[in-house]
């Protein structure tokens, strides 16, 4: 079989220096970095000409696009935030008026193009766009609260939704989004995580499924749920983060495999294959970090550190370049490592990963079913690339928010 991933030809750090004194990048690296990410904006506005206007999600349409625009605006002081602000409007605006109801997270459903038209439309001072925008997020919850049988992963359930709830609350302030309504979602994701352990009498105080499987990454499983939970600040949760989180992550760390990676599912605990974000050591490191941050126990690091050689080895992906099962996803890892431990090693590798990026569509990787998308192809490249000019306040899209 075709190996997963391209064998990295990049040598390791090796003492040099990458950053200035202020913590930004060296600007001869600054200067490569906007003219690639430049360039990229060109083929991307030339590609998504022929893009779904009918897929409105923020993995793979137009919310997106709405997404990285809005990211520009913020990050690059080049004069054009205005532009990038008025960019961002146009693509959210169609999501914001075909909402069809059926899906609910940030990610695959209508939270998503809410959250973002709220953060857009204040930033554009209507006031008025961005309350209605709050009050028809909010209003989900009534519908979601009523089917029983909705999810709790990332893409498309429970903690998907609840992280449009904190995405306008850390952009807009606390006051924007009642948290009650926070509170309530996150202990209705612990108690159908609690109940379930207590069915199948699991070694760890909460576990969930989705499509009849114990997933255990970033997208659809434990990794992304609890990493959703522990950005909960509400004082009445976080009492319940130590009694019940933190022993599921270190039930976590004792499913590492010995090469550093993670597995995808309980059911493909021999299968050390993944090196995505969305199943794999690329999603898993997000959440030992943060567990370190909030816990401070070193083998939550440990692991992590673990993560992070092993996607320094295999993370040069054939899928592609984007965030959820590409190069650039992986290289997310590298730039939560370094804000973590202020190792330029980590800042290093994250570099590699951005020069493999600069030769993007010449390395005969396959090309994704969104080419041009948040999640799958383009933009998300671009977007790792923007966050690189700033490498200390780097956040995974539409997941890391601390």
Not at 44 to 61: E, M, N
Not at 111 to 131: E, F, H, M, R, W
Not at 325 to 341: C, E, Q
Request: charged share 20%.
């Amino acid at each position: 079989m075709d190996k997963r991933e391209f064998d990295n030809p990049f040598e390791d750090y090796s003492g040099e220096t990458l950053l200035t004194s202020s913590g930004k990048l060296e600007e001869s690296l600054a200067s490569t970095l906007r003219k690639n990410i430049d360039n990229l904006l060109q083929n991307l506005h030339v590609g998504l000409a022929d893009t779904d206007p009918g897929d409105y999600s923020v993995y793979s349409g137009t919310s997106g696009i709405a997404a990285l625009y809005l990211h520009l605006a913020n990050k690059l002081g080049d004069g054009r935030g205005a532009q990038y602000l008025q960019t961002a409007l146009t693509y959210i605006k169609h999501p914001l008026n075909h909402l069809n109801g059926r899906r609910f997270s940030f990610v695959c459903g209508d939270a998503g193009p809410l959250a973002l038209g709220a953060v857009i439309y204040s930033k554009l001072g209507q006031n008025d766009k961005t309350k209605d925008c709050i009050n028809r997020l909010s209003a989900i919850y009534v519908t979601m609260y009523q089917d029983k049988s909705f999810p709790d992963e990332f893409l498309f359930g429970r903690v998907g939704y609840l992280f449009g709830l904190l995405f306008v609350q850390y952009h807009l302030g606390k006051d924007k989004i009642d948290n009650s309504l926070v509170a309530r979602v996150s202990k209705e994701v612990l108690d159908s995580g609690r109940n379930l352990a207590q069915v199948d009498r699991s070694r760890a105080p909460l576990m969930y499924m989705w499509h009849e499987k114990y997933y255990l990454g970033a997208a659809h499983g434990l990794a992304g749920i609890f990493y959703m939970l522990m950005q909960v600040s509400d004082p009445s949760v976080q009492p319940i983060m130590t009694q019940l989180v933190k022993p599921c992550i270190d039930y976590m760390v004792t499913l590492q495999f010995p090469s550093g990676n993670c597995p995808s599912s309980l059911e493909n605990m021999s299968s050390d294959k993944l090196v995505h974000w969305c199943h794999g050591a690329p999603g898993w490191i997000h959440t030992f970090v943060l567990a370190y941050k909030i816990f401070g126990d070193e083998v939550y690091l440990h692991a992590a550190r673990r993560c992070a050689d092993l996607i320094w080895k295999k993370g040069l992906l054939r899928k592609g370049y984007g965030i959820c099962h590409g190069t650039t996803g992986n290289a997310y890892a590298f730039l939560v490592m370094f804000r973590i431990t202020q190792d330029q090693k980590y800042l290093h590798r994250a570099w590699k990963f951005a020069e493999w990026c600069f030769d993007y569509g010449k390395h005969g990787c396959r090309t994704p079913d969104h080419p041009f998308s948040l999640f799958e192809g383009m933009a998300g490249t671009i977007y790792f690339l923007v966050d690189l000019l700033d490498p200390g306040n780097a956040k995974f899209p539409s997941y890391q928010l601390w």
